[in-house]
């Protein structure tokens, strides 16, 4: 049974397409035809391909669309799926799919799991314990300290710290985990592009340093895959998904912030709010949060009954 291939196959078409497919259910499939997805050429991947758009319904069911959007018969999506295990191959990731022994627990359980991951550093890391700290790019002096306290604090009890990589709390976040003085640095960055060219390019120094110390950099995406605006609310659930904890520092009231706090809790998990005074127009999200019940703390020190 190829069932991995299956699962390549369709992540890599997701993509191109940029519309979540179900994923495939790995007792439901009797795959006859075997491909070794690390070494298949870009025909192998052809034959495969139409073998299974002739052959499989869970593949017809969504062939249709994917052939509509992008009037291509499986020559690209070969050539696709080639070139993104070759290029990540040749710059050391690791690239894993729904259904791998290896992909995190934690993802299984959300509504829209990522069908793929591609990512750098210590895989051993999207097996600990983690918190997600998430909050506004102009974030307030207040909130960027705190982060940055947050992200030093659940370093030194070696909890990873899960953010966006982007300005503002989240890379506050992730230099409280370098100032932490931790060698491997317990921290995963969940990108919205590829990982070619990390982005913003202006942390870029951030996410070197972080590498340097086995921080793990992740994302859906293909390898060259460009950041679009609507990739970053894709990119919001996985990372609300990853940790049982999301703690947000700062949230207007129209944010990608409180929409990773909204998905952190229809998935189940635990969600605290940063207080701010109540004038703080930045906070906006946040105070409805704190009205709708969420847990608030004052500072990192609060925290500690979740370390």
Not at 89 to 111: N, R
Not at 202 to 226: H, I, Y
Request: aromatic share 8%; with cysteine.
């Amino acid at each position: 049974m190829s069932y991995r291939a299956l699962a390549v196959m369709t992540h890599v078409a997701s993509q191109l397409i940029y519309r979540w497919i179900p994923c495939p259910d790995p007792c439901g499939f009797a795959i006859t035809t075997q491909l070794d997805v690390d070494r298949a050429s870009v025909s192998d991947w052809r034959d495969f391909i139409v073998f299974l758009v002739k052959s499989l319904d869970y593949v017809q069911s969504w062939w249709a669309v994917y052939q509509r959007i992008t009037r291509d018969q499986g020559d690209r999506l070969a050539q696709a799926i080639a070139s993104h295990i070759k290029v990540a191959k040749a710059a050391g990731a690791h690239y894993i799919v729904f259904g791998d022994h290896d992909y995190p627990s934690a993802l299984l359980h959300i509504s829209d799991p990522p069908l793929g991951l591609t990512f750098t550093g210590d895989a051993s890391l999207l097996r600990r314990q983690s918190v997600s700290v998430v909050g506004s790019r102009k974030a307030s002096p207040f909130a960027v300290h705190q982060s940055y306290m947050v992200g030093a604090r659940f370093a030194e009890h070696g909890i990873v710290v899960v953010s966006g990589g982007a300005f503002g709390c989240d890379i506050a976040s992730h230099f409280g985990v370098l100032a932490s003085g931790v060698v491997s640095a317990p921290a995963i960055c969940v990108f919205a592009g590829g990982l070619s060219c990390l982005y913003p390019r202006s942390n870029q120094g951030v996410f070197a340093k972080l590498q340097r110390r086995s921080g793990l950099m992740l994302t859906e995406r293909l390898w060259d895959a460009p950041c679009r605006p609507r990739d970053f609310t894709a990119r919001n659930r996985i990372i609300a998904g990853l940790s049982r904890t999301t703690l947000v520092m700062q949230a207007a009231q129209r944010s990608g912030a409180l929409v990773t706090a909204r998905r952190a809790l229809d998935q189940g998990a635990d969600v605290l709010v940063l207080r701010h005074p109540s004038d703080d127009i930045r906070a906006q999200g946040s105070q409805t949060l704190l009205a709708e019940g969420a847990p608030g703390f004052d500072d990192a020190a609060d925290l500690e009954p979740w370390v």
